[in-house]
Each structure stands twice: as structure tokens, then as C-alpha cells.
């Protein structure tokens, strides 16, 4: 770590900070790297993000690097692969929601285009920037991030509550919600 100013909540560990500088906030238009956010989002629910950033490498190899179409074929042999493996989280309903989510994200796609064009329309395909001062000025959720949720509910998606969804939007810079001294603040 160097003495750049950054958002208190990385601070202490190598890993979050290395998260941080170089993913977090920035904005991801591509469909590959949105369903891995949306499947770590998805496991993440009442979790710490440190635990899934930890336990990242692992989810990839068992998620076949999140690849959406092989992820919307598993079968219960799979399923009860994925809950003997001790490296990622092993809860059932999650794993079957990233089943269920990979077919929901291609229909998005073959109604959209992508699943980029579809999630980026809520916000006119550009960041929104909140401007917080400090870590309490961040919501858990928003109005838009309450829309969001419940449209991709709406779309058969499962996990997808208002906090998952804004922690989708932050990780993938839909919004930007660096802090005002954070290095980053301007830079994404």
C-alpha cells in the first residue's frame, strides 16, 4: 500500500485494497464480467464481500469461470458437487439461484442483446456519481437500485434484493460512490 488517500472500507487488508483500486467502481460493460459480479453478489447476501473476494478464485474454478451458458445446465449431480466443495459457500439455494439467475441472463440477452444493454439502460448507459463525502453518505440501497431488483425479479432471477443490487451497481460502476478524498474519486 502507498499513502493514497481511499475509501475507509478497504483499508487493512491487501486484497480489499487491491479490489478497490483496481475493480471496484469501475464501469463494466461486458456481459462475461456482469454475470461473475451478479453470481458473487448473489453468494455475498448476508456475508462479507471479504469472505467472497477470498474465496473468489475458488468460486471461479467451480463455477466453470462463471460462464453463464455451461452454469444453465447444471444438473443435481452438479449441485451436489458444488455443496461438497468446502472452498466456496455452500448454501443451496444460492447455488441453485446462479442456475437459475445464467438462464434469466440469457434471455435478458436474447431480449436485449446483452445482458450490458439491459442492465446500462437504467442509467442511461453512463455512471451515476453520488458525490458522498464519507462512508455514511453511501446507501445500502436506492429508489433505482429498488427498480432494478424488482425488474429482474420480475425476470425470474432469485437473490437479486435492493442491497444486492446496489452492491452490483458499485462493484460495476453504475455508480460511483468513492469517497471525496478517495484517489479514485475522479479517475473512473
Not at 474465496?55 to 455451461?70: P, S, V
Not at 447455488?95 to 434469466?104: G, K, M, T, Y
Not at 431480449?111 to 455514511?136: A, M
Request: charged letters at 25%; a negative charge.
Amino acid at each position: 500500500m502507498n499513502d493514497k488517500k481511499r475509501c475507509a472500507w478497504c483499508l487493512g487488508d491487501d486484497l480489499y485494497v487491491a479490489y478497490h483500486d483496481q475493480e471496484w467502481g469501475k464501469p463494466t460493460y461486458d456481459d462475461e464480467t456482469l454475470f461473475e459480479f451478479l453470481v458473487l453478489e448473489t453468494f455475498q447476501a448476508g456475508l462479507s464481500w471479504l469472505t467472497i473476494l477470498r474465496k473468489r478464485e475458488n468460486f471461479r474454478a467451480a463455477f466453470d469461470d462463471f460462464d453463464y451458458k455451461k452454469i444453465a445446465t447444471y444438473d443435481q449431480e452438479k449441485i451436489d458437487e458444488l455443496m461438497q466443495n468446502a472452498g466456496i459457500i455452500r448454501n443451496g439455494a444460492k447455488i441453485r439461484a446462479a442456475i437459475s439467475n445464467a438462464l434469466a441472463f440469457m434471455e435478458v440477452q436474447n431480449e436485449f442483446g446483452s445482458f450490458s444493454k439491459y442492465i446500462w439502460n437504467f442509467t442511461g448507459g453512463k455512471p451515476i456519481d453520488n458525490h458522498p463525502k464519507t462512508l455514511k453518505d453511501i446507501p445500502a440501497t436506492t429508489p433505482l437500485s429498488d427498480q432494478i431488483s424488482k425488474d429482474l425479479k420480475k425476470r425470474g432471477f432469485k437473490f437479486v434484493g435492493s442491497t444486492v443490487i446496489y452492491a452490483q451497481m458499485q462493484a460495476t460502476g453504475m455508480v460511483n460512490d468513492h469517497v471525496s478524498d478517495c484517489f479514485l474519486r475522479t479517475q473512473n
